[in-house]
């Protein structure tokens, strides 16, 4: 059985963004918003001045889509755009922010982290307003960013520190994510060599400061592992969610991408996931 691969997904069939906004603050990246299939309201600037919130119940949930690409400005959001399109036609309201990357300046900690908080500020607010449920989705190394976001609150006295980030978040999803940078980098493979580059883009700083693993979620966590992964292994993803004691789920036979791919059984389990009540 052949392995979805990064090519398929930037050729999968999808549709460009309703909205595309700037992220307060941020001077070049920006959140892309696709509203659900059955949204009242497909404006995202137009959320929060609606008359009447909406019902709980049969309102989409906003999901925050985070892309992987081992922190490098070499790869960007644009092979998760099918997935969100996906995710959209489900009827699911769909932020997928960019975030400053290793080669461009201003990546780095805390810039790049700085980015994510931003959004994910901004999809908290929109959840809070709109009574929506949010998920937070993140892939490989995006996958790291979003269980960092669930943890970020035990980061005192750096910018990016927010008292009960995540109130309102129902689960928080990685996949394949990259959960101990400090054991990550000494594995070998093109992505492990980012971690330093990452650390070292910004401001000095310890890579197990920014690690999940020695992190406290606040969300209740769910670790999807692809069982043919070669890019992320268990040591990343399975060893996290046993430690943690978080929710995880093998695709044995998905690889990096599968589940990214609309169409791959591993795509509509995480979907799935990500939707559930």
């Known amino acids: 059985m052949t392995l979805v691969s990064y090519e398929q997904l930037l050729r999968a069939p999808c549709r460009e963004p309703d909205h595309v906004s700037p992220i307060d603050g941020v001077s070049e990246p920006d959140w892309r918003w696709y509203p659900g299939a059955s949204a009242a309201a497909a404006d995202p600037v137009k959320l929060g001045s609606c008359g009447e919130r909406a019902d709980r119940g049969s309102a989409q949930v906003l999901v925050l889509v985070i892309h992987g690409g081992c922190w490098s400005a070499a790869f960007d959001r644009t092979h998760l755009m099918p997935f969100c399109t996906y995710l959209s036609g489900r009827g699911a309201h769909v932020l997928l922010p960019e975030y400053r990357r290793c080669g461009q300046a201003g990546a780095g900690w805390p810039g790049t982290f700085s980015d994510v908080a931003a959004a994910a500020r901004r999809a908290h607010q929109w959840a809070d307003e709109e009574n929506l449920r949010l998920a937070i989705v ?109 929710a995880s789920i093998v695709q044995h036979n998905a690889g990096h991408f599968d589940a990214l791919l609309p169409g791959e059984p591993a795509c509509d389990e995480l979907a799935q996931i990500l939707l559930k009540d």
């Open 138 to 246: 993140g892939h490989s190394a995006g996958g790291h960013l979003a269980l960092w976001l669930n943890s970020r609150g035990l980061s005192r006295g750096v910018e990016t520190f927010i008292p009960e980030p995540l109130a309102c978040v129902d689960r928080v999803v990685g996949l394949a994510p990259i959960t101990n940078l400090d054991s990550y980098r000494q594995e070998e493979g093109d992505c492990q060599v980012m971690v330093d580059q990452l650390m070292a883009a910004g401001e000095p700083l310890e890579p197990a400061a920014v690690s999940p693993y020695f992190g406290e979620a606040v969300a209740d966590e769910v670790i999807v592992a692809g069982g043919r992964d070669p890019i992320v292994g268990e040591q990343q993803t399975l060893f996290y969610a046993r430690e943690k004691g978080c």
